[in-house]
């Protein structure tokens, strides 16, 4: 069974410079989050989506933030402006049902400079 | 927010060890609680879960202890191996309509060969 995929791995851009990243679900899942991960924190919960709708998203900075899931299975997160602060690696995850393990991708590291 | 917290940051065995790590979390409502594995570059892996309705589970070298009362959990691995050798976090679900999960900071663990 193929895993979350995630793209770019790696991304550095200029502070006010603008990014986006894209995940790519395992097959079949409804439930799909992004989490931000900083440097030796443990993952924090940006956005869940029950398919193409939105479960939560209290905490994500939605002046320079945003995330769609149009077709209910691909998502792009994007940041506009970037922020020193936003340095982090930014995971995506899916799971079957909106209980159960959550499965991780491998992550895209970003650095703002 | 939910507040998930590890009572140490890092810990170091040595190799055929029993290591045990600990969480505590303050929601007692949350009913669900996973334990993931994170090894440097990777996105958190899934190990074990276990359901507010049980106090122990076990999996192959591993078993998790859940205290209500206290509101502790525990991950005990067996016979630690080079290969354990990552950042531990808990996870807790908040039992809210989305089930969003809430990780704490995490636990280094370094085997020592």
């Known amino acids: 069974e193929a895993g979350v995929a995630q793209s770019p791995r790696y991304k550095i851009i200029e502070k006010r410079q603008s990014v986006a990243f894209w995940c790519n679900p395992i097959s079949g899942h409804a439930t799909l989050y992004w989490y931000q991960q900083i440097l030796g924190q443990g993952p924090k919960l940006l956005i869940q989506?029950?398919?193409?709708?939105?479960?939560?998203d209290s905490q994500l900075p939605k002046d320079r933030f945003s995330a769609e899931r149009l077709k209910g299975v691909d998502s792009t997160l994007k940041i506009q402006p970037a922020k020193l602060e936003d340095s982090a690696v930014y995971l995506c995850?899916?799971?079957?049902?909106?209980?159960?393990?959550?499965?991780f991708g491998q992550g895209t590291r970003l650095t703002v400079v | 927010g939910e507040s998930v917290g590890l009572h140490l940051p890092t810990l170091s065995v040595q190799e055929g060890d029993n290591s045990i790590i600990n969480c505590a979390y303050s929601n007692s409502a949350s009913d669900y609680f996973i334990w993931y594995k994170q090894e440097s570059g990777k996105g958190p892996q899934f190990i074990i879960d276990?359901?507010?309705?049980?106090d122990k589970r076990q999996g192959q070298r591993v078993t998790v202890l859940l205290n209500k009362t206290v509101k502790h959990l525990s991950l005990q691995i067996a016979a630690t191996q080079p290969g354990d050798s990552a950042v531990y976090f808990c996870a807790e679900d908040n039992n809210g309509p989305g089930n969003q999960f809430y990780f704490g900071t995490g636990t280094s663990l370094t085997v020592i060969p």
């Open positions: 995850a899916s799971s079957l049902a909106t209980q159960g393990e959550a499965f």
């Open positions: 989506f029950q398919n193409n709708g939105v479960v939560d």
């Open positions: 276990i359901r507010s309705n049980m």
